[in-house]
T-cell receptor, first 115, second 113 residues
């Protein structure tokens, strides 16, 4: 049973437009959510995160929105640039017993920015 | 600041052979994680260390996989014997104590023939 779901395996967006990547989760114990970006043959790179006590976090061109009642989060990239083409992973964690649990990842969305 | 270092980057072995992966976390990071990533999937946790103690190894297949983190810094993940289904990318990540953001190394890509 997948606890973190990214239902779009791929997304194509024109350069300069907004990219919106979606993620749903089922485990109500998750209290921290992260987005990672991954290029081929590299490890995931941390992009942005949000705590469950917030509904929005912004960092430059990247904004993450969290809707706890719907168990849904999204990543907005504005404006999209060619270097944003990569696989984006949504991840979630719960905090227990003095440390953060391992992350639970979705399967990823391959974002393609077209010139 | 140096990131998480992993070696080797690539490894090709025949089934039933042993293999080991090494990870050096970011300096000062007490928490270390090993993940397995299959093709087309997200990473899946194998084991989490707090300093030298394995605090969550519930997802580690203990019949063939083992891990250690002597002195609470570097870590080694071993598979013995390797099976065809172990072909995957093995990722190491670290974080400061109590932090929820994890930083990943480049991974070791294993191919078992």
């Amino acid at each position: 049973d997948q606890q973190v779901k990214q239902n779009s395996p791929s997304l194509s967006v024109q350069e300069g437009r907004i990219s919106i990547l979606n993620c749903d989760y089922t485990n109500s114990m998750f209290d921290y959510f992260l987005w990672y970006k991954k290029y081929p043959a590299e490890g995931p790179t941390f992009l942005i995160s949000i705590s469950s006590i917030k509904d929005k976090n912004e960092d430059g061109r990247f904004t993450v929105f969290l809707n706890k009642s719907a168990k849904h989060l999204s990543l907005h990239i504005v404006p999209s640039q060619p270097g944003d083409s990569a696989v984006y992973f949504c991840a979630a964690s719960a905090y227990s017993g003095g440390g953060a649990d391992g992350l639970t990842f979705g399967k990823g969305t391959h974002l393609i920015i077209q010139p | 600041e140096a990131g998480v270092v992993q070696s080797p980057r690539y490894k090709i072995i025949e089934k039933k052979q042993p293999v080991a992966f090494w990870c050096n976390p970011i300096s000062g990071h007490n928490t270390l994680y090993w993940y397995l990533q299959n093709l087309g999937q997200g990473p899946e946790l194998l084991i989490r260390y707090e300093n030298e103690e394995a605090v969550d190894d519930s997802q580690l297949p203990k019949d063939r996989f083992s891990a250690e983190r002597l002195k609470g810094v570097d870590s080694t993940l071993k598979i013995q014997p390797a099976e065809l289904g172990d072909s995957a990318v093995y990722l190491c990540a670290s974080s400061p104590r109590g932090a929820e953001t994890q930083y990943f190394g480049p991974g070791t890509r294993l191919l078992v023939l």
